[in-house]
């Protein structure tokens, strides 16, 4: 092939990416806009507590505007719920700075995925498409939103630009059988799973946010773990500047196994 031929054919390559990049980041505001009613807050809530709202992790409504889709880890941090016990609940946008609550419950939770479906109360709500994930490319500009430290930086939800470093596996090797963990284990048995590495830094209480499309705000994946030293406190104040998602494929396997139910 002519040298010439080869930059030219490049150039335009990186050409077309820019132009879609920036197109993309263009649209990112209206597209906040319309992501941020579906992103929600999972937690419990005991009238004896205080406070009576504990936050866990974020969630976003997926189909009938009844489902909402988080981390299995999320919910497993909630525990047992029952009379005696604080109740599961999600915290639904309802204006600028309002939230209303609504009880919820465990429709399925896939610890191997590290995805849970959960069924809320009430009228149905503002929802997100999700698709399928195949079309996610290395270097492809994203966009997540969420509750990063909860609490902390008050309930506001946050939206990080993100672009696709690496398309990976979720369980990394161990040097010896004994090293191995229980959800490596299972991770395995299952077999590889493909997970998006993303180059934004995301903090505790981002979990279970949906990564989705700065477009159109189409579902791809949702933020599944942090890399932090220790604590919230060190994830801070030494952010390590990676961060993973689950490929939407998985979303939509949890979702058609509950469909017409």
Same mark, same amino acid.
């Given at each position: =092939?002519?040298?010439?031929?080869?930059? =030219?054919?490049?150039?335009?390559?990186?050409?077309?990416?820019?132009?879609?990049?920036?197109?993309?980041?263009?649209?990112?505001?209206?597209?906040?806009?319309?992501?941020?009613?579906?992103?929600?807050?999972?937690?419990?809530?005991?009238?004896?507590?205080?406070?009576?709202?504990?936050?866990?992790?974020?969630?976003? +409504?997926?189909?009938?505007?009844?489902?909402?889709?988080?981390?299995?880890?999320?919910?497993?941090?909630?525990?047992?719920?029952?009379?005696?016990?604080?109740?599961?609940?999600?915290?639904?946008?309802?204006?600028?700075?309002?939230?209303? =609550?609504?009880?919820?419950?465990?429709?399925?939770?896939?610890?191997?995925?590290?995805?849970?479906?959960?069924?809320?109360?009430?009228?149905?709500?503002?929802?997100?498409?999700?698709?399928?994930?195949?079309?996610?490319?290395?270097?492809?500009?994203?966009?997540?939103?969420?509750?990063?430290?909860?609490?902390?930086?008050?309930?506001?939800?946050?939206?990080?630009?993100?672009?696709?470093?690496?398309?990976?596996?979720?369980?990394?090797?161990?040097?010896?059988?004994?090293?191995?963990?229980?959800?490596?284990?299972?991770?395995?048995?299952?077999?590889?799973?493909?997970?998006?590495?993303?180059?934004?830094?995301?903090?505790?209480?981002?979990?279970?946010?949906?990564?989705?499309?700065?477009?159109?705000?189409?579902?791809?994946?949702?933020?599944?773990?942090?890399?932090?030293?220790?604590?919230?406190?060190?994830?801070?104040?030494?952010?390590?500047?990676?961060?993973?998602?689950?490929?939407?494929?998985? +979303?939509?396997?949890?979702?058609?196994?509950?469909?017409?139910?």
């Amino acid at each position: =092939m002519n040298p010439t031929c080869w930059w =030219m054919r490049w150039a335009l390559v990186l050409l077309f990416h820019g132009a879609w990049s920036s197109s993309a980041l263009a649209q990112l505001p209206d597209t906040v806009e319309r992501v941020k009613p579906a992103v929600v807050l999972v937690g419990t809530y005991q009238a004896t507590d205080t406070p009576r709202f504990r936050y866990v992790g974020t969630g976003f +409504v997926v189909g009938d505007g009844l489902r909402v889709v988080t981390n299995a880890h999320v919910v497993s941090a909630i525990g047992a719920t029952g009379a005696d016990r604080p109740a599961l609940v999600v915290q639904l946008r309802a204006g600028a700075s309002l939230w209303t =609550m609504r009880p919820a419950r465990v429709l399925e939770s896939v610890p191997e995925h590290d995805l849970a479906l959960l069924q809320i109360d009430g009228p149905a709500a503002a929802a997100l498409s999700v698709v399928v994930s195949e079309s996610v490319r290395e270097g492809d500009d994203l966009a997540f939103m969420g509750f990063p430290i909860g609490g902390v930086l008050g309930f506001s939800s946050v939206t990080h630009r993100a672009t696709v470093s690496s398309i990976t596996t979720m369980a990394l090797p161990s040097p010896t059988g004994q090293q191995l963990s229980e959800r490596a284990i299972r991770s395995l048995r299952a077999g590889p799973l493909q997970v998006f590495q993303l180059d934004a830094t995301a903090y505790p209480g981002n979990s279970g946010g949906p990564l989705f499309d700065p477009r159109n705000g189409a579902v791809l994946g949702v933020i599944n773990m942090v890399l932090v030293k220790s604590t919230r406190e060190s994830a801070m104040s030494q952010p390590s500047g990676i961060s993973y998602a689950i490929p939407s494929r998985y +979303v939509l396997e949890l979702m058609a196994r509950h469909s017409g139910r």
